[in-house]
């Protein structure tokens, strides 16, 4: 259940930076953000 959980927020936390980072200049970075992500 905590795995679950931390998935979850991991997932969010991910979709924060990306919404973040394509209203920036550099919105090219935003694409990028997917492909680093720790847990499966």
């Known amino acids: 259940m905590l795995a679950?959980?931390?998935k979850c927020?991991?997932?969010a936390a991910i979709i924060l930076?990306?919404?973040i980072l394509?209203?920036?200049k550099?919105?090219?970075i935003a694409g990028l953000v997917p492909l680093f992500r720790l847990l499966p």
């Open 26 to 28: 550099a919105f090219y």
């Open 22 to 24: 394509s209203k920036n």
């Open 17 to 19: 930076i990306i919404s």
């Open 4 to 6: 679950l959980f931390l």
């Open 9 to 11: 927020s991991l997932d």
